[in-house]
């Protein structure tokens, strides 16, 4: 089986599937892969460099992040190109690792997986949720952004609604690392049950 793990900016998404790999399943970090198929030398990044231009480089021959933000943040119609040469070859990358895996369920983890459609693909969606401000809190306190950058990220992905419409199971993570653990063991015991009595079926 395959459950979509997913949440908004420093809602402890990436907590949470640490949690279940401690657990024993299977976890594949769909950001991690996005960052993997653009990398210097890759057929993504040569997409890329041929739909935007020279100016998405480093002078390393890197992809510059910051550069390709700005311009998709300036333009839908760029932010609609760059998911159509990406999402592609995330989507091969994962049924590439799907086809390897053996356990009862896996989780896919993933920041826009109700965004880019991925919901679809996933026989369960499980959704992380904590109050805005105590997200921001902890964003802040990674310190590898800032408020400004924290509120482009919340524009950019959909809102707590919306994942609460799409979600099978919810996670709340307003309290304790000790609470999200608890919820995440109930949560793993009960999809073992489902994906056992699935494999019967």
Known sequence: MRIGLTGGIGSGKSTAAAMFEALGV???DLDR????????GSEGLQQLVACFGGQILQPDGELDRRALATLCFADAG???QLNRIVHPLIWQQEKQWMALQHGPYVIVEASVLLESGGADRMDRVVVVLADESLRLQRVL???RQDETAFRAIIARQCDDLMRKQQADYILDNNGTLASLQQQVEQLHAELSCLAADRSKN
Do not use: D, E, K, M
């Open 78 to 80: 760029h932010t609609a």
């Open 26 to 28: 299977a976890v594949l």
């Open 33 to 40: 892969v996005g960052h993997r198929v653009v990398q210097a």
């Open 141 to 143: 306190a990674r310190g």
